[in-house]
Every structure is written in structure tokens, then in C-alpha cells.
């Protein structure tokens, strides 16, 4: 006796026979995405006609779930209005959990965007971290320092035997 194994992707629609097997009761079905939902049903063949299908049984394959996730910086002190780039390593790379949401802890001294982009807004401390779900990278410690002035116009006035008074712009 034959058996006929239809699939269908998702949670209706059409299923399409993917394979037969002869003589035997059983089959794998491979090649399928992770985390993701399929409906199965089987029908047998005599060589003459074939069954009507069998109930449908709806599945969702197993997800592949993050293992780590690691956080690089390209620069980890910055003047204000400066930028820097956070590069994230997810393990393993196929993960099914979703994207990394990347974090700052301190806003008001600096920001990151989902692509990893730093902006330093105001002098001060932050850190930044990723999270997938309950799972954490590494924090990454961030110093804003005031952005440096060019110095100009320097002159001098009330020059004494001991004293000398600059200013500048």
C-alpha cells in the first residue's frame, strides 16, 4: 500500500502531496523553517484509487532559541554630538526569538537607535545593553564628555609684576 503525505503552510489554504512512501506507516518531513506553523494530512493508494485524506493535523516546529548575545562598541568616550557604533552578536545566528532591542540607561547623556547608532547628547555616564526576550548581552559603560572649544582671541590686560590677566574667546 502507498501512502500519500500532503502539507500545507500556515493555518489554511491548500496542501500539496510532498511525498510517498510504500509499505510503511511513517515519514519525516524535512527542510522545514523553525518556529513556524504546518498542517499534515495522509491518504493511502491501492494502485487503483486513492483514500480521501486524513484528519489535518496542525503543527509548530520548535524555535531555536537565543543562546547569547554580545555587544562591541567602536568608541566608548564621546564629546557631545559625537556618534558611535554598537555591533551585536547574536549566538546562534538562525535564532527564532526576534531582534535585539538595544537600550541606554541614561537618555539624557546618550541615545541608540535599533541599528546600533550612538548619539552622545549631554556629559555624563551611560551603558548599553541588548535584550531578546529575557535573555541580556553584555553591558557597554559610554563617557559623554562637553564637546571641546577651539580657543581664539587670546589677549592679555592688567599685567602686573606678579599677575597677568587673560582672556579669550
Known sequence: MKFYIY?????????????????KKEYTATGLTANSTY???????????????????????SAIPVQSITLAIDKTALEVGGTAKVTVTITPA?????????????TQVATVDGAGNVKAIAPGTATITAKIGEKVSNAIGLTVYEALVNVSNLTDKNVTPNSIELDWN
Open 94 to 106: 538562525n535564532e527564532t526569538d526576534g531582534a535585539a532591542v538595544l537600550t541606554s540607561s541614561n
Open 7 to 23: 502539507q500545507g503552510v500556515g493555518t489554511d489554504g491548500e496542501l500539496k502531496k510532498i511525498a510517498e512512501v510504500e509499505n
Open 39 to 61: 498542517r499534515f494530512a495522509v491518504s493511502s493508494y491501492n494502485g487503483l484509487r486513492e483514500s480521501a485524506k486524513s484528519n489535518v493535523i496542525t503543527v509548530k516546529t
